[in-house]
Every structure is written in structure tokens, then in C-alpha cells.
């Protein structure tokens, strides 16, 4: 586990095919059926799929002490995104930090976009649920609280699709917002319910944190939320682990580590409760049904967050380019996100300097 998530660079594909090599194919702690078990057990619940595939292994593997061992896939990329957030804090408003962010935020864009494409094609299984996703959309544009969404998708979901597309005309919108400081234990509430709540992939965490963090509890502003996923998308291990570097710029170390066991909580726990019923509920129709809808619904969150950090992201003319062409690269030419980020990075420094 600490090997892995030192080297797995590259999001939670690569994540799952390492994990394979190592459990399967090298170690044979498993067979191919049951690690495919184990990932569409996990992939059902909410929090960050590749990294609760590493703790249901663990687990298989040796009982309570494997699952916490599974901490250690995630350890070194909080190690890595704890030292980006100090250096963001101190050298971000820098010359050189400046033109890092601004080469790099433009790709992270494209590379949201290529994964809500690759996401859409297993999502949208049912054409009616691209009205789920459009209406998740719209709620947010709405100014609508995110979980709102998912959960009426969900329920809309778990009808037949003749009910479903009824009890769509049925359903309004319900706002639900707040605004309070961020204390240490404000802020472990907050990860806490994240990592319950955020289904779909790391990338729908972006959608969580921009309504909670910015729009209801005016924690961070929006241009701080897009430079922490896209320090998440240079570290190996999990995506989630920008709860680290959002909690840094919160309070500092301590509020990182609580921000970082907060969200990555619920996933020992429930890994650890629900694996052994997790078979039953993916045999239900009407569960199986409902977490199309809440998968649906999150594409849909997704989308209208591009759009905004994109509106921050990309203002001028190279900008533009930078993630024009990131997407080019991305999905003609399949070249490494990681190098893809690298390669802004350095536009943005050279831009800056000049």
C-alpha cells in the first residue's frame, strides 16, 4: 500500500490496474472474479472507488490490521499535497508561482472535460437520464445545494423509467444553505459529509467544494478550490486528497490532517460495515436503478462546474490555446495528463517571466 501510493500516479484507472498487478497478478491474494467482485462492490458506494478497492483488499487480505494498512495508499500524497499547499501559501503570489497557476489551471480543465466524456459514455446507460444530469445542472445554476440533486435523482431513478420520466415533472427545487466560520470542528463536519455524499469520482468533489466552500460558506474563494484540484492532479494515491491542501489553506497543518481524516473516514467505515451486503444491493433493481440516476445527476453537477472554473480559468487568448490544445493532446494523442500539466506549467512560468 505504500508502494502504490507513492508510484500511482495517473487518477483511479491507473489506481485499479496497479492494484491489480499487485494483488492479483504478482501477490495472488485474490483471482481476477474476485477483485472484479470487490471493485463493483465498492464502485456503489460514495467516496474515492479506487482507494476503498485498496482497503477492501487490505481487508480480504488481513482482517482489521489490512484495513488499516490501506491508510498507507493514502499517506504519501497528503505528504506530497501538505509540501504544495505550504509552497502555494508561501510562493504562490510569486512571479514564478503565478505563471505555474495560470499554465496549469487551463489543462486541468481539458482534463475534466476528457473524464466527463469517458464518464458520460458508462453513466448515460438510458436516454432519459441525460434529463437527470441537465436537471442536476440547472439546479445548480439555481443556486440549488448539490446533495439536493443527487438525492432526487436518486429517488427518480429508483422508479421504472416509465414512473421515472412521470415523477420528473413532479419534482421542485429545495435550496438548502448556511454560512458559518471555519473552526476545526466545523471543518470535520464538512469533510465528514463529503465523504459521504460525493458519489461518482474525485472529479464530482469539485462540484462539492465550490458550492459548500465558496458559494454557501464563503470559505475559500473560486480560484483557491481550482488551484487544489489541480494540485491533486499532480500527486499519486487519491484524488480526494485535496481535502488536504483545502484544509492547509483553512488553518494550516492540524486542519489538514482533520480535513483529510474526515473525508477519507466514511470510506473505511463503510467498506468495512457494508461489504458483505454490498453483493445484495447491486443484485436490487430499483437500488441499481437508483444509482444510475445519482450517477447521472452528477455528471450533470459536473458539467455546470467546468463551465465556471473554466470562466476563471481561461481569459485570454493563451489560455485559450493552452486548453484547447491539452484536449487535442488528451484525446487524439492520449498524452499523459501528468505531462500535459507539466508542460503548462512551464508556458505559465516562461509567460511570466517575459
Excluded: C
Aim: aromatic fraction near 8%.
Amino acid at each position: 500500500m505504500l508502494k502504490l501510493g507513492t508510484i500511482a500516479f495517473g487518477g483511479p484507472a491507473a489506481h485499479v490496474a496497479l492494484l491489480r498487478e499487485e494483488a492479483v497478478v504478482k501477490r495472488q491474494w485474490v483471482d481476477d472474479r474476485e477483485f472484479l467482485d470487490l471493485f463493483g462492490a465498492v464502485s456503489l458506494l460514495p467516496g474515492p472507488s479506487s482507494t476503498q478497492l485498496a482497503i477492501a483488499l487490505g481487508r480480504r487480505r488481513a482482517g482489521w490490521r489490512g484495513l488499516a494498512a490501506a491508510a498507507l495508499f493514502i499517506a504519501p500524497a497528503m505528504l506530497i499535497v501538505l509540501a504544495l499547499a505550504w509552497a502555494y501559501t508561501r510562493y504562490g503570489s510569486t512571479t514564478g508561482g503565478e505563471g505555474i497557476l495560470y499554465g496549469v489551471e487551463p489543462v486541468v480543465v481539458a482534463i475534466i472535460v476528457v473524464a466527463l466524456r469517458d464518464l458520460a459514455r458508462t453513466a448515460f446507460r438510458r436516454r432519459w437520464l441525460v434529463v437527470l444530469a441537465a436537471g442536476a445542472a440547472l439546479a445548480y445554476a439555481l443556486g440549488i445545494n448539490v446533495l439536493v440533486p443527487l438525492l432526487v435523482a436518486g429517488l427518480v431513478a429508483a422508479f421504472d423509467e416509465r414512473s421515472a420520466r412521470l415523477a420528473l415533472l413532479a419534482t421542485g427545487p429545495v435550496a438548502l444553505v448556511g454560512d458559518r466560520e471555519p473552526g476545526v470542528a466545523a471543518v470535520l463536519a464538512e469533510f465528514l459529509k463529503l465523504g459521504v455524499v460525493v458519489f461518482g469520482s474525485g472529479y464530482v468533489l469539485l462540484a462539492f467544494l465550490r458550492a459548500d466552500l465558496v458559494e454557501h460558506l464563503h470559505w475559500l474563494t473560486e480560484r483557491q478550490v481550482l488551484d487544489a484540484v489541480s494540485v491533486g492532479q499532480i500527486t499519486p494515491g487519491p484524488v480526494f486528497t485535496t481535502a488536504t491542501f483545502v484544509g492547509y489553506q483553512l488553518g494550516g497543518v492540524p486542519t489538514a490532517l482533520v480535513a483529510t481524516a474526515g473525508i477519507f473516514a466514511p470510506s473505511f467505515v463503510l467498506v468495512a460495515v457494508l461489504e458483505r451486503w454490498i453483493d445484495a444491493v447491486r443484485r436490487s433493481p430499483a437500488l441499481g436503478r437508483a444509482l444510475d440516476g445519482v450517477s447521472a445527476a452528477a455528471l450533470g453537477l459536473m458539467t455546470a462546474v467546468t463551465i465556471d472554473i473554466a470562466h476563471t480559468a481561461i481569459d485570454d487568448v493563451l489560455t485559450v490555446v493552452l486548453a484547447i490544445g491539452a484536449l487535442l493532446a488528451l484525446l487524439r494523442y492520449r498524452v499523459n495528463p501528468i505531462a500535459m500539466i507539466g508542460l503548462g506549467a512551464a508556458v505559465g512560468v516562461v509567460h511570466a517571466l517575459l
